[in-house]
């Protein structure tokens, strides 16, 4: 779909989606040369791997469909429900078909904050690539999401260590996440 979607109705979540809608998803993602430049090293490389690590439960995610067309949809990875010092958070991504960027996010955002929160996640903080302009702007100005900082080493882009630019849904979290952000870079760089 190239075009700009102009008449969107109202977008349908799906939690549990069918592998023929994952599949779908992953090859908009797989299409989208300027939109999958920005995933880091530790993206799934190949569907079996996408699906794989949503199977297991090491990563949820809400897709929304527009009828049978996949429009896009956000999911969770590095979920953290076992800190005795705080709650529980995770880490988000999404992706979303370039026929549905804009009114999109303003419309699933809430919706998808609303299932992750019925999943236990109030508290999500998103990484990006220093560079991502269009996604900096989404969390900045679609999104509303906090700005934490640039960390150094955050992860890898193209097999090196590159500098992201870290969010916090809340700022009352910009503390966790500045926590867990500076936990990740020095991970990276002890490994």
């Known amino acids: ?15 549990n989606p069918s592998d023929s809608e994952l599949w779908a998803w992953w090859q908009t993602i797989q299409q989208d040369p300027a939109g999958r430049q920005w995933f880091s090293d530790a993206f799934p490389k190949t569907y079996a791997d996408f699906v794989g690590v949503l199977l297991s439960g090491a990563e949820r995610c809400v897709v929304f469909l527009d009828g049978d067309q996949v429009a896009g949809g ?38 998808a904050c609303s299932i992750f929160e019925q999943w236990g996640y ?8 220093v560079n991502n302009q269009r996604t900096l702007a989404c969390l900045d100005k679609t999104l509303k999401f906090t ?6 080493n955050f992860c890898f882009f193209d097999g090196k260590p590159s500098t992201c630019t870290v969010y916090s849904m ?10 867990d952000a500076k936990f990740r870079s020095e991970h990276l760089c002890a490994a």
């Open 1 to 15: 779909m190239s075009e700009q979607v102009q008449n969107q109705t109202m977008l349908k979540p799906v939690t």
């Open 74 to 111: 956000y999911w969770l990875h590095d979920m953290v429900d076992d800190d005795p010092d705080y709650p529980p958070y995770a880490w988000i991504r999404g992706y979303v078909d370039p026929a549905y960027r804009g009114r999109f996010m303003a419309q699933a955002w809430p919706v």
């Open 122 to 129: 109030r508290h999500l903080f998103a990484a990006t690539h």
């Open 147 to 152: 700005r934490v900082g640039d960390y150094p």
């Open 170 to 179: 809340y700022a009352e979290d910009v503390s966790l996440a500045m926590r």
